[in-house]
């Protein structure tokens, strides 16, 4: 039964990380490997090129820093008001209570 | 309860009822109120616009295009449902007894969960390329030739199994971890009574650990069933919607409306509607999730 | 802390010295294209040009995605903040004048030689039902068949001339079993279709006493076409796959040697020959096919606009602006820049987009005067954008529907995508 639980760990790591293994090789392939006919798994002639036109022409840069604001400035406003509001429903006892904390579970979605 | 206490909590619950008011209650009813007019892109640009009444609702609910996209969200849902518990679950109990390397694999399971939805739909478009994918090589080499140059989105039901894979690998990791720690929760005694009895591994799982967990069970059910109703960027990136409009699922419904067609009128009934199917599936979500706390 | 406040103070006026001295702002936003480096030249070049004639401005050009293009134009406008200037594709045009985002540009057409001037498809789609011109064209493209010479001399075959010809051509090349077919069936590339419905005589829309109305079902034409489309299908002349197939699939497949057959446009050849340098030498061009042998074929003509908002603060400079890209060095330097052909006519044949020889600038060159366009319908934007015509298709192809009831489902749904009180 071990062995049984291993094998489909592994599998399922296969299953889990391949994507990424496929993203990770394919940023490295020139576009003659990318689109060649028969399927090339690693990179024969791995390149920088298309980090290149990530950075320069489309603007990855930029991109990458505004997900960063954005990220920060979420996360300290999230913090900000759930914080408070987690303590609220938990150590006060108040009229509409279950109503707060239902709604707060609803409109996560 | 005393004065001075309900005071300090809604002072400290302000903060979040102002972003709920702002952010979610008013864009809703502005929403519901925008169902009621003909909104295009002529109203866009300063046109004043038409009240129709329940018209945008009417012209849904004679449509068969629109019943039969809603049929198609909730089986197409129900399809990554049962996948990702399926998965989730045979990936958790893998899990949950120690064994060398485990912590590794447990890393490398939860990756999936990191990429944002619309790069994994791109990697996976790719991997599900007829011409330039490794899915198909790799079964063509296999010796199952039918696949060779296989066609993933040429059929609506074979694409929407192939968008049900990409929203399971995104989300069975979540359905791995939150298994393992409520496997943790799982009294100890009963395994040890268990084990005095001298029962099997398998039966185990099946009699002890799966059944106590049952309500945990549902719970994920209810959460997957709604994330699931919603998915709108695995489909837009693998399909499109297509071949031929097979694949629309009602956020692809909606956005096509609203954005391609900019008949927003319209679009805000498709939103309205989807709320109002999702509100089921909340509501048994808060009903399930607080009858566990309070 | 002396020193600190005084760096401060000295950021503060610096960027407030920035605003109050802010210069009258020509806003321009292009369609991003390939080759952003050429671009970017260009429009650096222009914008420096036009500033020294025209001192006291400053010429500002953004470069926008066409994914995003359409939804960050209709989101700017309904927040009142439109540039001055734009490109639109020539099916945008129509549907922006119609809602009035437009200026009337009918005194700097003009001037610029009027519609003779222009290829005659693009002067048709910015002229309104009203007899306004709402857009100077700028660039031109068009589509034409390539071929892969080797399979054609091997099998002992022309290329095909006429649709009968290519229906021939593609079954005779076909072998699935060993997974090479004649004919890249794209169904996710409107474009491929349209040639062939008017080839069998048919269109898509028509103005009746001011609406728009579809077409598709007013004559056999459009049948005769997804009839003809199905029948390639069917027997398989392209993979399975291609139902789902746009311009780049199609490409990809003919530049690997799985399909001896594709239609693209010009400005795909550059970067189809960077990618597979080694076919270059064996790919071949012919018009799309077509039985018009003397009047010339009919093929699509697609490209775009230059527009001024009507919000344009300064609608003289922005009319100023655009009849200097109007230029004919100035249009034939971007448009090769891009792989396309300059919006004026008398240019067209003289003019060799990168990335295209010779032989093959002539047919693209050929085909784009006698070329159409699609409906200049105020809605006919919002049916590219829904894609109406390649579901058609594809419901066809995939079996789900007949041609009649495929055609009938795509009329009805035109129809009211074309009609503006929906």
Redesign the interface.
């Known amino acids: 039964?071990?062995a049984?639980?291993?094998c489909?760990?592994?599998i399922?790591?296969v299953?889990?990380?391949f994507?990424?293994l496929?993203?990770v090789s394919?940023a490295f392939k020139p576009?003659?490997e990318?689109?060649?006919?028969h399927?090339v798994?690693w990179p024969r002639h791995p390149t920088w090129a298309h980090f290149g036109s990530a950075l320069?022409?489309a603007g990855l840069g930029t991109a990458f820093a505004n997900s960063l604001i954005v990220g920060f400035a979420t996360t300290i406003v999230t913090l900000?008001?759930?914080a408070?509001?987690a303590?609220?429903?938990v150590?006060?006892?108040?009229?509409g209570?279950?109503f707060?904390?239902?709604?707060?579970?609803?409109?996560q979605? | 309860?005393n004065g001075r206490?309900?005071r300090?909590?809604?002072a400290?619950?302000a903060?979040?009822l102002?972003?709920?008011v702002v952010l979610?209650a008013y864009p809703l009813a502005r929403t519901l109120v925008l169902s009621l007019y003909r909104y295009n892109l002529a109203q866009v640009l300063g046109k004043p616009a038409r009240f129709v009444g329940l018209e945008n609702y009417r012209d849904l609910a004679t449509s068969p295009f629109f019943w039969h996209v809603v049929l198609a969200t909730l089986a197409f849902a129900g399809t990554c449902v049962v996948g990702t518990l399926a998965?989730g679950t045979?990936?958790a109990?893998?899990?949950?007894?120690a064994?060398p390397g485990?912590s590794a694999?447990r890393v490398?399971?939860?990756?999936?969960w990191a990429?944002p939805a619309v790069?994994?739909s791109i990697?996976?478009k790719?991997?599900f390329d007829d011409q330039?994918g490794?899915l198909d090589?790799f079964l063509s080499a296999l010796g199952l030739h039918a696949f060779a140059g296989f066609s993933w989105t040429a059929n609506a039901l074979v694409a929407f199994a192939a968008v049900a894979v990409i929203v399971a690998?995104q989300t069975f990791?979540f359905v791995t971890i939150t298994l393992l720690a409520g496997f943790a929760t799982l009294p100890r005694s009963v395994y040890e009574a268990a084990a005095v009895d001298g029962i099997?591994?398998?039966r185990r799982t099946c009699a002890i650990t799966l059944p106590m967990l049952g309500p945990l069970f549902l719970t994920l059910i209810v959460l997957l069933m709604?994330w699931d109703v919603?998915v709108f960027t695995q489909m837009y990136v693998m399909t499109g919607g297509g071949p031929g409009r097979g694949t629309y699922v009602l956020g692809l419904y909606a956005w096509r409306e609203g954005f391609a067609s900019v008949h927003l009128g319209v679009a805000a009934a498709i939103a309205a509607a989807m709320s109002a199917l999702?509100a089921i599936f909340?509501?048994a979500?808060?009903r399930l999730?607080?009858g566990s706390t309070? | 802390m002396k020193r600190l406040a005084l760096l401060l103070s000295a950021v503060m006026w610096t960027l407030c010295g920035c605003d109050r001295h802010e210069q009258p702002t020509l806003s321009v936003w292009i369609m991003r294209p390939g080759n952003?480096?050429a671009a970017q030249a260009f429009f650096d070049a222009e914008s420096a040009g036009f500033e020294r004639t025209h001192p006291g401005i400053r010429v500002r050009v953004e470069f926008i995605p066409w994914l995003a293009a359409h939804d960050k134009l209709v989101t700017a406008l309904a927040g009142d903040v439109p540039p001055d200037i734009s490109e639109l594709g020539s099916t945008w045009t129509a549907e922006f004048a119609a809602v009035g985002a437009l200026r009337d540009l009918d005194r700097l057409d003009h001037r610029l030689g009027g519609r003779s001037a222009f290829v005659p498809a693009l002067a048709d789609a910015a002229t309104l039902a009203d007899g306004h011109v709402y857009g100077i064209p700028w660039y031109a493209g068009t589509r034409a068949l390539l071929y892969r010479k080797s399979v054609f001399a091997r099998a002992r075959l022309e290329p095909p001339r006429t649709l009968a010809d290519l229906a021939r051509d593609a079954r005779a090349l076909s072998d699935p079993a060993q997974g090479t077919y004649g004919f890249a069936l794209m169904g996710n590339n409107a474009p491929l279709f349209y040639p062939i419905v008017w080839e069998y005589g048919g269109d898509f829309a028509a103005p009746r006493d001011g609406v728009w109305h579809s077409q598709l079902a007013a004559s056999d034409g459009a049948r005769k076409a997804l009839a003809y489309v199905h029948d390639l299908y069917r027997d398989h002349t392209a993979p399975q796959g291609a139902i789902t197939w746009s311009d780049l699939d199609g490409r990809?497949a003919f530049?690997?040697?799985?399909v001896a057959m594709t239609v693209t446009g010009s400005w795909a050849l550059a970067s189809m020959f960077?990618?597979?340098?080694d076919v270059r030498a064996d790919v071949g061009i012919v018009p799309f096919p077509s039985s018009r042998a003397n009047a010339g074929p009919v093929a699509f003509v697609g490209g775009s606009h230059l527009v001024v908002y009507k919000r344009s603060h300064r609608p003289d400079l922005a009319e100023a602006f655009i009849a200097a890209l109007s230029r004919a060095q100035a249009q034939r330097r971007w448009a090769t820049t891009v792989g396309f052909y300059p919006g004026r006519a008398a240019l067209v044949r003289s003019t060799i987009p990168d990335g295209t020889t010779v032989l093959e600038s002539r047919v693209f060159a050929d085909e784009l005067l006698s070329g159409k366009s699609t409906p200049p319908a105020p809605g006919w934007g919002e049916v590219e954008g829904s894609a109406t015509i390649p579901a058609m298709i594809q419901s066809v192809l995939s079996g789900q529907a007949t041609e009649s009831a495929a055609i009938a489902h795509a009329s009805a749904e035109i129809d009211a995508q074309l009609d503006p009180d929906l």
Do not use: N
Not at chain 1, 34 to 37: I, K, M, T, V
Not at chain 1, 100 to 107: K, P, R
Not at chain 2, 93 to 97: G, Q, Y
Not at chain 2, 108 to 112: E, F, G, S
């Open positions: 039964m071990k049984a639980r291993i489909v760990a592994l399922a790591a299953f889990a990380g994507p990424y496929w993203m394919s576009d003659a990318l689109f060649a006919h399927l798994v320069g022409s900000a008001v759930a408070p509001a303590y609220a429903l150590r006060y006892r108040f009229a209570r279950s707060f904390a239902g709604t707060i579970l609803a409109v979605f | 309860m206490e309900t300090t909590a809604l400290f619950l903060p979040s102002c972003v709920i979610l998965v045979i990936v109990l893998a899990l949950e007894d064994f485990r694999l490398v399971v939860a990756l999936p990429m790069a994994a990697v996976w790719w991997l330039h490794p090589a690998w990791p099997s591994d398998w709604i919603k999702l909340v509501g979500y808060v999730a607080r309070a | 952003i480096a990809s530049a690997q040697g799985t960077a990618e597979h340098p």
